[in-house]
Each structure stands twice: as structure tokens, then as C-alpha cells.
């Protein structure tokens, strides 16, 4: 009886030992909604269990750093790519050339396999169309519309201090019109702001609510607002507009890196990129074969703004204070 007795103990150590193995850590900087969606289709498609935190991409690239000689986490999910370049840059992440590398362009992974993208969501300017016809003001359809003295007051956009969202504002202006031209744009544009918010995804939620009328920020939440039947009209500005690319990466150490790597294989598949619109996060696939699905527009129809990741990287601190000084301090 002992025998046996210890015998079940072993298979049962053995069997903790296998579940333990096909568990994995992921600090998420995607919004927990859509990465607990992400990560249980995940979870049904491969039985890799998943033990989420969530970090804004500011304090998890800290926490990632304090724990580099300790990680208890396996992978960062999420976060723009500039920030997992400087991931890289500490020495923070390990690379992996997903086998699904080749399906994926240039812009949307790391060429030797520190970071692979998770999404990507264009810039947009969200307006109620109800409250704007209640004001005689018309739909904006470019940046320069929106300094029409018709919107004072009636724009929220999230803060650049705060906000990658408000980061990307920034660079796609600056691309479009120039650097000093940017920076006299924003100053004008000032002047019809209402509030800026510390969240990236905060403006969608005040437009629905009717607590502003025009709203910037990346496309989703305002996909989403329409298709819960908000009057909502999604406005990509004509002179162009950026665009975010959600990355992720294995962290130098992972405990789990076998399961670390399964992730980043699934994600960049067809079923993980598929994932996106079956479990309507509302983000846009990073595969050409997958479609972004109904009522969320293709990247094809808008006119994307490029800018270097790199470059985004090491000029944020300047262009933040810069923004502080000339617009807020104006």
C-alpha cells in the first residue's frame, strides 16, 4: 500500500512538474480588457496557461529592469515598438525568429528577432456627429480643420507627458509639417483643447458620454463606440495620420521560454492574428492575409504617416519637454 502510495505521489509531483512547465508570465501593456481576450484564445488554442500583470509601458520597462537579475516574468506583450528597442538596447530581452517572421514586413519586427508585433491601430479623430450638427459645426476632416474656432473646447486628446498615444501625435505631426511647423501647429490647436488626458484611451470614453464632441487618439475605441451604436464617425485626417505597432518580446532569463516562444509563434500566425477580430479588440493584423474584420476600415484606405522607431526612441524625453514648454507653457 505504501508503495502505491508513493507512487501516486510521483506521478502526481511529475504532473505538477509538466503544468508548471506550461505556465507562462506575461507583463501586459496592452489595456487588460483586450489582452485577457488575446491571452485566453491563446490559452484555448495551445493549453498554455497564463498568469497576466498589468503595466503601463513606462513602469513595466522599470520593473523589467529592476528585476534583470531576478525576471519573474517570461514576456513583455505590448507597448510600442520604440519601447522594446530600448529593451533590447539594456540588454533586457533575448531574440527568437518567430517561424512566422517571413509572413510579417519590416516595420512589424525586430531583424533579429528581439521584438515581433502584436497590432497595429492607426491615429483617428473621433467626433459625435450629434453634437456637432448641435452646434452648427461640421464634420473636421484634416488636422487644419481641427483649429477651426467652431471646436474650441470641444477636443480632448491624452497628454504627452503621460500618453505613447500622444507621443505618436506628436511624430506623425512633426512628419507631416515639419518640426518647428508642428509645434506652432499644436499651440493653435491649444486653443480649442478641452482637457488632456493622462490615459491614451480616455477621449473615447468622454466621446461617448457626450463629454466632448471631438476626440484624438488610436482608432479602436471609437470602432468600438460605433459598433455599440454611438453616433460616432471615425475621421482619418488627410495629410496623414501615424500609426502604433504593439510589439512583444521574451525577456533575457524567461522561466518559461519554450512557452515564451509558443506565444510569440501564435501570435504572429494566422489564428492569433485572427484572434484580433474574433474577439473584437478592434486592433488592425499585422499579416496582409488576415483580415482586420467587419467595419474596421484596411490599412490600404488610409494614408499612413511613417517615422523612425529609432528615432522616436531617442528624441521622446526632448520632444515631450519641448511639448511642455511651447504648448502648455504658451
Do not use: C
Not at 94 to 115: H, M, T
Amino acid at each position: 500500500m505504501r508503495v502505491k502510495k508513493v507512487l501516486a505521489a510521483l506521478v502526481a509531483a511529475a504532473l505538477l512538474g509538466v503544468g508548471l512547465a506550461q505556465n507562462l508570465v506575461v507583463y501586459t501593456s496592452v489595456d487588460e480588457e483586450n489582452a485577457r481576450a488575446i491571452l485566453d484564445a491563446f490559452t484555448a488554442d495551445t493549453g498554455v496557461q497564463v498568469q497576466m500583470v498589468f503595466l503601463s509601458s513606462g513602469p513595466a520597462l522599470s520593473r523589467i529592469e529592476a528585476e534583470r537579475n531576478r525576471p519573474q516574468a517570461d514576456v513583455w506583450f505590448g507597448a510600442p515598438s520604440e519601447n522594446h528597442i530600448l529593451a533590447k538596447e539594456r540588454g533586457l530581452t533575448q531574440p527568437y525568429v518567430s517561424q512566422n517572421a517571413d509572413a510579417l514586413s519590416d516595420s512589424f519586427k525586430d531583424a533579429e528577432g528581439y521584438w515581433h508585433a502584436i497590432y497595429t491601430n492607426p491615429l483617428a479623430v473621433g467626433v459625435r456627429t450629434d453634437i456637432l450638427e448641435s452646434r452648427g459645426a461640421s464634420v473636421p476632416t484634416s488636422w487644419q480643420d481641427l483649429l477651426d474656432p467652431s471646436y474650441r473646447g470641444l477636443i480632448q486628446m491624452p497628454s504627452p507627458q503621460a500618453s505613447g498615444t500622444a507621443y505618436n501625435v506628436i511624430l506623425t505631426l512633426r512628419e507631416v509639417m515639419g518640426e518647428d511647423e508642428a509645434y506652432d501647429y499644436m499651440r493653435q490647436l491649444n486653443a480649442n483643447v478641452q482637457t488632456y488626458t493622462q490615459s491614451g484611451t480616455a477621449p473615447s470614453g468622454a466621446l461617448g458620454v457626450g463629454e466632448t464632441a471631438v476626440a484624438i487618439q488610436f482608432s479602436p475605441g471609437f470602432l468600438r463606440l460605433i459598433d455599440e451604436g454611438f453616433p460616432v464617425q471615425v475621421v482619418f485626417p488627410s495629410e496623414g495620420v501615424g500609426y502604433e505597432v504593439a510589439a512583444m518580446s521574451i525577456l533575457q532569463g524567461a522561466n518559461n521560454l519554450e512557452a515564451a516562444q509558443q506565444l510569440v509563434d501564435w501570435m504572429t500566425s494566422e489564428a492569433g492574428q485572427q484572434a484580433l477580430s474574433v474577439r473584437k479588440t478592434y486592433f488592425m493584423p499585422i499579416r496582409a492575409d488576415v483580415s482586420a474584420g467587419e467595419g474596421v476600415p484596411s490599412l490600404d484606405d488610409i494614408n499612413l504617416v511613417e517615422f523612425d522607431p529609432q528615432f522616436a526612441s531617442d528624441n521622446r524625453q526632448r520632444l515631450v519637454d519641448r511639448w511642455v514648454e511651447e504648448v502648455l507653457g504658451q
